[in-house]
C-alpha cells in the first residue's frame, strides 16, 4: 500500500501502470503510453496517449533497407550555407523537429524533415 508518493514508488508504479497498458493495448489492436509523471506527495498526474497501429511505424529509419520519409537514409549529407551537415538521427517523437543533423565541427542540431529535403532536392 502506498501512503505516499515519491520516486521509488512511483518507478514501481510506473512498471505495473506500463503493464496494464499493454495488455490493454494488445486487446485492441492500439499501442498505449505515460509520459513523464508529476507528483506531490498525495497525488501524481501523467499524460495517457494513444495511437493506432497503423500509424506506428515498424522499420527503424536509417536502417539498412530503410529510409527517412523514403527519400533519404542516416549518413546522408547536404550543405547549408557554408557548413556540410550529416544526418545522424531520426526521432519521429518530436513532429516537428524530427531530423537530428551533426556539423563538421561535431555540434548537433535538430531541424524539420521539410528543411531536409528543402536542402536534398
Known sequence: MVKEFNKVNLKTLRSEIDA?????????????????????????????????????????????SGTIAGLFKIGDSFKHNTKVLTITDYNPSKPKNCIVVKDQNGKSFTCSLDFVKSKLK
Open 20 to 64: 496494464a497498458l499493454k495488455a490493454v493495448a494488445d486487446k485492441n489492436g492500439i499501442t498505449l503510453g505515460i509520459g513523464n509523471i508529476s507528483f506531490t506527495s498525495d497525488r501524481f498526474t501523467c499524460r495517457l496517449t494513444a495511437q493506432t497501429k497503423s500509424q506506428v511505424t515498424t522499420e527503424i529509419p536509417g536502417s539498412v
